[in-house]
């Protein structure tokens, strides 16, 4: 099974708001990701999880902030979000984050910042 | 800078009419070379991984080659059902990132 889960599937907020997003798999992986996506462009990566440690934040503003809770979940908490954040915000999985191993996409969560 | 450019940007094709999609890569040292598929509003699907130059890959009406430059995603006598934007990932040595091109957005027309 190479499946990863992400709830909710849409999500409109308010800029003052605060929400998270969640992510799951159950394929025993160990490096996990967060991306957002823009209509049109590749995939934007924002952080990287390895063994439930932060290893890659790639200058992401601070209302993005992330969390790992165990190494099957990854939740991205939300606050005082812009409306350029609307975006498809995609979650990975891989076996690992240092070797060419191919990272397994979530169906994504579509967010509208109002 | 690792780099990777795809073309052509959107491809339109009869069914059954076979083509290639091209994706050139610079990278400092290659770790792998990776094929996804994603169509409107979903996430990206796994198809290949290709670690050197001359390896080839298949599945169903896809064959992914590999070179030192560049890679090529073949598909075959296409149906409908393969339309979607293909993108193609490098991850080089130095780096735990993958960068994706910009996709190819493919229409195939019954």
């Known amino acids: 099974d190479t499946e990863v889960t992400q709830t909710p599937k849409h999500l409109v907020m308010g800029m003052t708001n605060k929400k998270s997003l969640k992510c799951e798999q159950h394929?025993?992986?160990?490096?996990m990701y967060w991306y957002k996506q823009k209509a049109k462009k590749p995939p934007e990566l924002m952080f990287v999880y390895s063994y439930e440690k932060l290893s890659i934040n790639e200058s992401v503003p601070s209302r993005f902030s992330p969390e790992c809770p165990n190494s099957s979940l990854l939740n991205l908490h939300l606050h005082a979000l812009q409306p350029e954040d609307s975006a498809l915000y995609l979650c990975a999985s891989s076996q690992e984050s240092s070797s060419p191993y191919e990272q397994y996409f979530g169906p994504g969560t579509r967010l509208t910042v109002t | 800078e690792d780099q990777v450019t795809q073309s052509p940007e959107a491809l339109r094709l009869q069914e059954g009419e076979s083509s290639s999609l091209n994706c050139s890569y610079t990278v400092s040292g290659l770790r792998g070379l990776f094929w996804y598929r994603q169509d409107p509003g979903k996430g990206p699907e796994f198809l290949f991984t290709?670690?050197?130059a001359g390896e080839e890959k298949e599945k169903e009406r896809l064959k992914a080659t590999l070179t030192k430059k560049e890679s090529f995603l073949h598909i075959t006598a296409p149906k409908p059902e393969d339309s979607a934007t293909y993108l193609c990932a490098v991850q080089g040595y130095n780096t735990d990132k993958l960068i994706f091109g910009t996709g190819t957005r493919l229409q195939v027309f019954p």
């Open positions: 290709l670690y050197s």
């Open positions: 394929m025993g992986h160990r490096a």
